[in-house]
């Protein structure tokens, strides 16, 4: 009787310690579980917040202005986290002329005086800028972030500057009747219309790269 009770006792001992290592287990992994799911969402919602001001450029249709503001964008992104083409939190934008090239274009206007109007002419593309000795935005070619980030970021710089040079050749009186304008490549590619055609995303999801296609020209420049 003696070791019934003994062996009773035995039993709802190791019963106990079963239902506390059980209750443990549960517990630890409700916790970790927890955890886990708040980590889950804090990065969830990181990687929305990194994606969210990039993807308001993924747009059918868009002017080059947008396309300078994600190229700045993602500029400042790889400089505040440091990240170098191919690591992680780097981001890629990369843009294709399908229409035309950029360069600086200069028109001469010569007055008609019998018509009182000024015929227009393309004298000359200016590739100072972006010529074969520095750089050329050619058709049908891509240009990224990661492959070509000195002419981009020049080029970017260049959006402050006048977008009309005028320079008179002629007067009578006080009456232009031959003058030229410049009209600089960034302006052009400001009003040049554009479509986000791919994004990319790391396996993290979050965006490392946007690429945007030219679907129209500029009319920008050249007209009487």
């Known amino acids: ?12 001992g190791i019963l106990l310690a079963i239902i506390v290592i059980s209750a443990f287990i549960y517990g630890y992994s409700s916790i970790t579980n927890m955890a886990q799911s708040k980590a889950d969402a804090e990065l969830l919602e990181e990687i929305n917040d990194f994606n969210k001001p990039l993807l308001a450029f993924n747009k059918t249709a868009m002017y080059g202005t947008d396309v300078i503001s994600v190229l700045n964008l993602a500029i400042s992104n790889n400089k505040i986290y440091k990240a170098k083409a191919g ?46 000795s520095r750089f050329a935005f050619e058709i049908n070619h891509e240009y990224s972030l990661s492959s070509n980030l000195e002419p981009i970021t020049e ?70």
């Open 1 to 12: 009787m003696e070791n019934a009770s003994t062996a009773l006792l035995m039993a709802g």
């Open 87 to 132: 690591e992680e939190l780097y981001v890629d934008i990369s843009f294709k002329l399908t229409k035309d090239s950029i360069q600086d274009t200069v028109y001469e206007y010569t007055l008609d005086e019998q018509k009182a109007t000024y015929n227009s002419a393309l004298l000359t593309k200016d590739t100072s800028l972006y010529g074969a």
């Open 155 to 224: 080029f970017l710089r260049t959006a402050s500057r006048s977008e009309e040079t005028k320079t008179i050749i002629n007067t009578k009186g006080a009456i232009a009747t031959k003058y030229t304008i410049t009209y600089s490549g960034i302006a052009d590619f400001k009003r040049k219309t554009f479509k986000c055609s791919r994004v990319e995303h790391d396996a993290s999801g979050r965006i490392k790269a946007l690429n945007f296609e030219q679907i129209q020209e500029s009319v920008y420049g050249g007209n009487s």
